[in-house]
């Protein structure tokens, strides 16, 4: 079922490349408001609004303003440049997106994973939508980085259901 997923997707992907300037509007850590349309960076998962982040000096935040904080550092560094693969259900268009940052192309969902500023989106079965983003989380996590340097709930445990 994921390959079939995946391969929706793709068919979906007529669009051309869509160039966001840094003055997008974001609604949470992977997904943001841009001209009337509302886009979502695909296999990536932010962390829930409404949700705590406790830092490791015991400071409590929104979880989901941490990420929003990740989405919209990397946009204002560098141009940020999408393709739309598919549609959401509520109606959002997933994008993969690549950043130029310092003559440098950087994967978008790469970079907000492995800074520890998202995670990787997963399948309802549990499994990852993108095993390279899985690979970018467990690094993150490994190293401590970003939001793993604190305490919070995973937003994909709360989405599938186990908390």
Not at 3 to 18: G, H, P, S, W, Y
Not at 55 to 62: H, Y
Not at 66 to 86: D, E, K, N, W, Y
Not at 109 to 129: E, N
């Amino acid at each position: 079922m994921a390959i079939a997923m995946l391969v929706a997707f793709a068919a979906v992907a007529q669009d051309k490349t869509i160039s966001f300037p840094s003055n997008v509007s974001f609604e949470t850590g992977d997904t943001w408001a841009y001209e009337g349309r509302k886009y979502r960076v695909f296999g990536v998962q932010s962390c829930l609004r409404g949700t705590t982040f406790r830092s490791s000096d015991g400071d409590e935040v929104d979880c989901g303003m941490r990420s929003i904080a990740s989405i919209a550092a990397l946009f204002s560094t560098g141009s940020i440049g999408c393709q739309p693969v598919g549609n959401a259900k509520d109606g959002a268009t997933f994008v993969v997106c690549a950043a130029e940052i310092d003559e440098m192309t950087v994967d978008v969902g790469t970079a907000l994973i492995s800074s520890g500023g998202a995670f990787a989106a997963v399948f309802p079965s549990g499994a990852p939508v993108s095993a390279s983003y899985a690979i970018a989380e467990k690094a993150a996590k490994d190293s401590r980085a970003g939001l793993w340097a604190g305490r919070f709930v995973h937003p994909v445990s709360l989405l599938l259901g186990e908390q």
